[in-house]
């Protein structure tokens, strides 16, 4: 089994800041991407951002230069700083993981969700 633990969520001002950590475990053989989806009712699940283990990142034009992924190889674990946040950027924010798992699956996981509320 592979778990993704999620912390870092909750709430904050417009202009504030915050830091979400995803931390992978379980039976997994290799990474390949790691990153942040988030979703708000009666939308659809939307990419904020991704980062592969060879350090390739990708992010939403609505983040660009006021988010910042990172990710540590060794302990399997994904940072998503978050700056300047605006009341748009309020939804949950679930992590995402592409990985192979010990026994040669190749799967995508998500973690259970963060809520992120931004205050204006």
């Known amino acids: 089994q592979v778990q993704l633990m999620e912390s870092g969520g909750g709430l904050v001002q417009a202009g504030g800041s915050l830091r979400l950590s995803c931390a992978a475990s379980?039976?997994?053989?290799?990474?390949?991407?790691m990153g942040w989806y988030r979703q708000n009712p009666g939308k659809q699940r939307e990419l904020v951002a991704h980062?592969?283990?060879?350090?390739?990142?990708v992010y939403a034009d609505s983040v660009k230069g006021r988010f910042t992924i990172s990710g540590d190889n060794a302990k399997s674990t994904v940072y998503l700083q978050m700056n300047n946040l605006k009341p748009e950027d309020t939804g949950v924010y679930y992590c995402?993981?592409?990985?192979?798992?010990?026994?040669?699956?190749?799967?995508?996981?998500w973690g259970q969700g963060s809520q992120v509320t931004v205050s204006s």
């Open positions: 379980g039976s997994i053989f290799s990474i390949n991407v």
């Open positions: 995402w993981a592409k990985l192979r798992t010990a026994y040669g699956g190749s799967a995508a996981y």
């Open positions: 980062i592969s283990t060879g350090g390739s990142t």
